[in-house]
C-alpha cells in the first residue's frame, strides 16, 4: 500500500520530519517526506497496512513540540518511486 499524507499545524521548526523519517525507518517503509510552503508537511508512504497504520498513529501525535491541527491522508498508486529508503526532501 502506498499513501500521501498532508499534515498542517505547527510541524515546522519542530523536528517533524526527522521524527517521520525514524519513525518510518523503523516501522520498514519507504518514502518521502518535505515541508511545503504553507508551513504544512507532505509524506509519501509504502509499506504493509499494520505498519502504516502505526505510521499515521505517530503522525498523528508528531515529535514533542508539533501540534497537528489538520491530517488528510490519500491512497496512491503502488508503483514504487524508485526509493530503497525513506528520505527527507529538501
Do not use: C, K
Amino acid at each position: 500500500m502506498r499513501r500521501r499524507y498532508l499534515i498542517g499545524g505547527r510541524v515546522q521548526g519542530v523536528g517533524f520530519r526527522f521524527f517521520a523519517q525514524r519513525t518510518a525507518s523503523r516501522l520498514g517503509l519507504l518514502g518521502w517526506v518535505r515541508n511545503l510552503p504553507d508551513g504544512g508537511v507532505e509524506l509519501e508512504a509504502q509499506g504493509d497496512q499494520n505498519s502504516l497504520a502505526s505510521f499515521e498513529s505517530a503522525l498523528r501525535q508528531g515529535p514533542r513540540g508539533a501540534q497537528v491541527a489538520h491530517f488528510e491522508h490519500t491512497e496512491i498508486s503502488d508503483e514504487p518511486d524508485g526509493g530503497t529508503a525513506f528520505a527527507i526532501r529538501g
